[in-house]
């Protein structure tokens, strides 16, 4: 103790000040990393180092998750409501990249897709558009090559050499109506031709599909070129205003190709007829999709609310509700807002414009902030057209997060909210989009400590520069105490 006292007599204020001036710079550090780190991976670096590496050494035992429980043959349909699902789906609704994606990086200067956006859209059209017999059509070898190209303009090079070596090689003519077209009327012209050449080329894969496994997998791949054109032919007729024509094309395609619901078609189909206010089709489309063995989406929950708040909305009050009760429509029209609110926690604030809007991307990730996008960008004029539609929904929307307390532990209607949505959006999205998060993280323990520790060895230096005396009598007052 005699030692000590020695020794803390000897230091001087400068001491003291520049030992408080270096643990608020060094705790500031740490600070501003736990930030860093939070923000990009959602955790706090410490804690994680401190679960992963030091709990083990000192005997601690992390907690295993309950193994999933077996289902039977008879719960299978079931089961697949009841998984976590982040698997990232083609958006029915994506823009043409050369139309309207590169338009808008003209005008402002932003990349409104990301690499890992644009990546899977190269994997999906070798997987759709490619297959095992392409080495026999030179034309098709050429394209084969072209889908793995980054660069557009090779891609579009190569399209054309394509076309030099067959002149009715539809997927070509594909790639430059979604990349070369400057408008959706280019685009059209370009999909005709497409589907001149496929309709072609598919009536001769059908003629032989059953000679070989590798005719059968060219039929595979002349099928998946035709419901494509068919479909984006479909969507140029939507967005020039054809709409009723838009509408019997999809129908027809729905008909002709009914396997291949997993393209979402109706989802296309759902957005024409809401345009044409035609509801009473809504319905009938939503009666058929909207099934608890068929994957979900915003836009059946979010259409199936709208036209529940369409039967009430007009008339709705707040304060009438308040006073008289919801009415049996009323109570409708509310529960499927809670509902589709659960489904996508994200869409609201969109729908409301308290979040502004980007371009969708060209894939999207179910109940994720991507997914919110792509419904609110094509879906936000429809409820506009309904008067007192946004009201109702401004009015009951919150209170879906009253009836889940815990959205990350318990489920109301569908399986709890999923945890690796916000990862996988922020690769879908731009950079210059604030991603939507729910629910908002809490911040970590170690923030808050690293934050106070900071403003407090900087107050304590402050002090010991403004009183170097009296904070030197206050620090060997402490050390003798301790």
């Known amino acids: 103790l005699l030692t000590v006292t020695v020794f803390l007599s000897t230091l001087t204020p400068k001491f003291y000040f520049a030992l408080t001036v270096t643990s608020s710079f060094i705790s500031g550090l740490i600070f501003v990393f736990e930030w860093w780190h939070f923000r990009k991976y959602g955790t706090s670096f410490i804690e994680q180092v401190s679960v992963s590496h030091l709990r083990p050494l000192i005997g601690g035992v992390e907690n295993s998750p309950p193994p999933p429980a077996a289902f039977s043959a008879g719960e299978n349909e079931m089961s697949r409501q009841n998984m976590p699902e982040c698997k990232v789906w083609r958006n029915p609704l994506n823009l043409f990249r050369g139309a309207e994606y590169s338009r808008y990086m003209w005008v402002t200067g932003k990349e409104p897709l990301t690499y890992y956006d644009m990546n899977l859209s190269a994997q999906d059209h070798q997987n759709f558009f490619t297959c095992d017999t392409d080495a026999l059509r030179p034309s098709d070898t050429v394209m084969q090559k072209a889908w793995r190209e980054r660069n557009p303009q090779a891609r579009i090079k190569a399209a054309y050499q394509a076309l030099e070596l067959n002149n009715d090689c539809a997927t070509a003519y594909v790639l430059l109506a979604e990349e070369e077209a400057t408008t959706i009327v280019d685009a059209e012209k370009y999909f005709k031709q497409a589907l001149k050449a496929g309709e072609m080329i598919y009536r001769k894969s059908q003629n032989c599909h059953s000679q070989s496994p590798q005719h059968e997998a060219q039929l595979r791949r002349d099928t998946n070129v035709l419901v494509y054109v068919k479909r984006r032919l479909a969507m140029c007729a939507r967005k020039l205003g054809r709409i009723r024509e838009a509408v019997k094309m999809m129908r027809d395609l729905m008909k002709e190709f009914p396997l291949l619901s997993m393209l979402?078609?109706?989802?296309?189909?759902?957005?024409?007829?809401?345009?044409?206010?035609?509801?009473?089709?809504?319905?009938?489309?939503?009666?058929?999709?909207?099934?608890?063995?068929?994957?979900?989406?915003?836009?059946?929950?979010y259409t199936a609310a709208l036209l529940k708040a369409r039967a009430v909305s007009e008339r709705f009050s707040p304060e009438t509700a308040s006073k008289r009760g919801l009415s049996t429509a009323e109570i409708n029209a509310v529960e499927a807002i809670h509902r589709a609110v659960e489904f996508n926690p994200h869409v609201p604030k969109y729908l409301l414009e308290m979040k502004s809007l980007v371009l969708p991307p060209e894939h999207i990730l179910k109940r994720g902030d991507s997914e919110a996008v792509a419904y609110a960008f094509f879906h936000l004029q429809h409820w506009k057209r309904i008067e007192g539609a946004l009201n109702l929904l401004h009015c009951t929307w919150e209170g879906t997060f009253r009836m889940i307390p815990y959205p990350l532990e318990k489920g109301h209607l569908f399986y709890p909210y999923p945890s690796c949505t916000e990862t996988a959006d922020r690769e879908l999205l731009p950079t210059f989009h604030e991603v939507s998060v729910y629910p908002q993280k809490e911040l970590p323990f170690f923030i808050h400590f690293t934050a106070g520790l900071c403003s407090f060895s900087a107050m304590l230096a402050l002090l010991t520069h403004q009183f170097p005396e009296l904070m030197v009598i206050f620090a060997k007052a402490v050390s003798i105490v301790s």
């Open 264 to 301: 979402n078609i109706h989802e296309n189909l759902l957005e024409a007829l809401l345009e044409l206010q035609a509801y009473a089709d809504v319905q009938a489309v939503l009666a058929k999709y909207d099934d608890i063995s068929l994957p979900k989406s915003a836009a059946i929950c």
